[in-house]
Each structure stands twice: as structure tokens, then as C-alpha cells.
């Protein structure tokens, strides 16, 4: 088993589907992979053309136990005095990525454009992201950047 990091590059998005009638949307991202999530940043009044240009990082074991490991971003509208809204989400794939990324040393998704599906599966809109894989060997300082644990070797 190998592992590594997967660093995912969260660019913008453009044509989302507004669920705010009065105000103009304040969108984020959540991103999951497997039991680890990161929240980007909320675009404060950036409505259907968001843009975040934020960076995140996740612990990854590969092969793991999924034979299809995915990465789910599911995009929310912030709302203040109300339960947030969900937009929509898309799911990036990343078996191949990460193959590569064991045979090489390193592999790569270039930023590219995404299909946001709602939850009637109805296009609503396109976010932009880009996806890395290093594998690397696991050290202390490796293991509590994620939260980890490194067991002691006798």
C-alpha cells in the first residue's frame, strides 16, 4: 500500500444555479474524500460566478478499499438566518490519478472544468478544479499534519 498526499486545487465556478431570490448567493465548497472533508472559503456575495483559488490537502492509502475512490464537491450556498441551501455537487474519479502517481512518483489532473448535477439531477453549472497525487513516506511530522497517529517501531 502506498501513501500519500492528494492536494486539490479549487479554482472558481461560473453558471450556478441561484437558490437566494433577494440576494445574490455566498457560496463554498464542501470537499470529501472517504471520512476526510474541507470547507472552502464562503464567496461572500459572489452570486453564480464564485471564485476561491484555495488549495487542500488529504491523506491518502492507495490501493484502499474502494475499488473506485472518488472525490465529492458539493457546493452550498451560506445562508445567515437559515439552514444553508444545497446547489449541487460533482464527483471526480481519481483511480487512474492515483495509479499514476504511484507508478511515477507523482501524477496530476490539470484544472478543468466540472458539471454541477442538483438533486433532481439537473445541470447547474461548472466549477473548476485540479487534483495532485505524491506519494511520499510517512513520517511524525507527516502524520500529525492529518491528525494521524504513527506508531512506534521496536
Known amino acids: 500500500m502506498t501513501i500519500g498526499v492528494m492536494e486539490v486545487n479549487l ?26 472533508e474541507h470547507k472552502s472559503t ?33 457546493i452550498m450556498d451560506h445562508d445567515t438566518f437559515s439552514a444553508d441551501d444545497y446547489i449541487g455537487q460533482t464527483t ?3 483511480k487512474e490519478v492515483l495509479e499514476l502517481g504511484v507508478e511515477n512518483g507523482t501524477s496530476e489532473l490539470r484544472v478543468q472544468k466540472y458539471s454541477i448535477v442538483d438533486s433532481s439531477q439537473s445541470y447547474s453549472g461548472d466549477i473548476r478544479v485540479g ?19 504513527k506508531e512506534s517501531q521496536w
Request: charge should be negative.
Open 11 to 36: 479554482v472558481d465556478a461560473r453558471g450556478l444555479s441561484n437558490s437566494d431570490f433577494l440576494n445574490n448567493m455566498d457560496p463554498y465548497v464542501l470537499i470529501q474524500y472517504k471520512s476526510q
Open 42 to 74: 464562503i464567496a461572500k456575495g459572489q452570486g453564480s460566478k464564485p471564485s476561491w483559488n484555495e488549495n487542500f490537502k488529504f491523506r491518502v492509502e492507495f490501493p484502499g478499499g474502494d475499488e473506485q475512490p472518488k472525490l465529492v464537491l458539493k
Open 92 to 94: 471526480i474519479y481519481l
Open 131 to 149: 487534483v495532485s497525487f505524491t506519494p511520499r513516506v510517512e513520517n511524525e511530522s507527516y502524520a500529525q499534519e492529518f491528525g494521524g497517529w
